[in-house]
């Protein structure tokens, strides 16, 4: 019922910057608890990039920490990934995820290709 959709994945050399957008194509009309990103390389687990409440706490993996920033509109139902300073091993395909208010449902994106390669 509630689509989540990525935008802004592609080919970027090492020490570059990529932003990422997805948006639920209810607009807001539908609430979300939180919002964030997880990613996935191949044959590997999905793993938490960073999340962000509606009343702004962040949590980020310590992977990415000090490189990627997280941002949402909460009015529009939309989180953005800020990736600085991009390193081959970010290369995965990344997933935005939405929680429900007041449920444990989950809702998730189809995932968008990030490449990080000279």
């Known amino acids: 019922q509630v689509q989540l959709v990525e935008s802004g994945g592609g080919l970027v050399q090492p020490g570059g910057s990529l932003r990422l957008s997805c948006a639920a194509a209810?607009?807001?009309?539908?609430?979300?608890?939180?919002m964030g990103w997880y990613r996935q390389a191949p044959g590997a687990q999905r793993d938490l990039v960073a999340e962000?409440?509606?009343?702004?706490?962040?949590n980020y993996g310590d992977s990415v920490k000090g490189r990627f920033t997280i941002s949402r509109d909460v009015a529009k139902n939309t989180v953005y990934l800020q990736m600085n300073s991009l390193k081959p091993e970010d290369t995965a395909v990344y997933y935005c995820?939405?929680?429900?208010?007041?449920?444990?449902?989950?809702?998730w994106g189809q995932g968008t290709q990030v490449t990080v390669s000279s």
């Open positions: 209810s607009g807001s009309r539908f609430s979300f608890a939180s």
């Open positions: 962000v409440t509606r009343g702004g706490t962040t």
């Open positions: 995820r939405g929680k429900s208010v007041g449920s444990n449902a989950y809702y």
